[in-house]
């Protein structure tokens, strides 16, 4: 599996953003997915996880309420909407796609196997 994110950038503080991630080499419709990120000096945390029916969502405190992870099976494609934006929410942000099948919500990166590349994003004050 390969995942692709794209959709980051530069943004002012209450800005939004929407991070796309499309996984391609074979279908992840069965798969939880989840998206994390990294700033600089820091581990990676964990922001937002949905199952692979995307019925189940989980998301960090720091952005709940903010942040919308969803999912369109159809396009093979996992989406980020970020709302309301903070300067620490700069981070680079990967998705990544849990292998095993029919799973729920994960919020441990040890629990995945695939990740992106990850995307950039940048909050300004």
């Known amino acids: 599996v390969q995942l692709q994110a794209s959709g980051g950038g530069l943004v002012q503080a209450g800005g939004s953003l929407r991070l796309s991630c499309a996984a391609s080499?074979?279908?992840?419709?069965?798969?939880?997915m989840g998206w994390f990120r990294q700033a600089p000096g820091k581990e990676r945390e964990f922001v937002a996880t949905i199952s692979w029916s995307g019925g189940s969502t989980s998301y960090a405190i720091s952005v709940k309420g903010r942040f919308t992870i969803s999912r369109d099976n159809v396009k093979n494609t996992v989406y980020l909407q970020m709302n309301s934006l903070k300067p620490e929410d700069t981070a680079v942000y990967y998705c990544?796609?849990?292998?095993?099948?029919?799973?729920?919500?994960?919020?441990?990166?040890?629990?995945?196997?695939?990740w992106g590349q990850g995307t950039q994003v940048t909050v300004s004050s």
């Open positions: 080499g074979r279908t992840v419709s069965s798969n939880a």
């Open positions: 990544a796609v849990d292998r095993r099948r029919w799973g729920g919500v994960q919020e441990s990166s040890d629990e995945y196997d695939y």
